[in-house]
């Protein structure tokens, strides 16, 4: 099972993960929060953590290096309406288009 990233509230040593919380995602029925995490060491993009409790439960990142956008399931199983209601949270805050960097 694939170590999950760094929590709301915490910042590396070098300060390359940022967290906010992201306004009204909470589903009371499912005590889903959802915090917008970017990270640029050692990949480089943004991405939603999704909590139930205070479980990480799975992240949905995209890569900007990379260029992919990624699940990564922490703690099984995810119900379909939580994975549908996480990837529509994705589409809404994350802009959709990788940030282009020069070379």
């Known amino acids: 099972m ?3 990233p760094l929590r709301s ?11 906010r919380a992201v306004k009204g995602a909470v589903v009371s029925q499912n005590n889903l ?3 917008v ?6 990949r480089d993009g943004i991405g939603v953590e ?3 409790d205070e479980d990480l439960i ?3 990142f995209r890569d900007d290096t990379d260029r992919t956008r ?12 939580v994975m549908e209601e996480s990837i529509s949270i994705f589409k ?5 288009d990788f940030i282009e960097y020069e070379e």
């Open 50 to 52: 999704i909590y139930i």
């Open 9 to 19: 509230g915490f910042v590396t040593g070098d300060g390359s993960v940022m967290y």
């Open 2 to 4: 694939p170590k999950p």
């Open 92 to 96: 809404r805050e994350i802009p959709w």
């Open 37 to 42: 995490a970017s990270d640029i060491n050692p």
């Open 58 to 60: 799975l992240e949905i």
């Open 70 to 81: 990624t699940v990564t399931v922490f703690k099984e199983p995810v119900s379909l309406e």
């Open 33 to 35: 929060r959802v915090v």
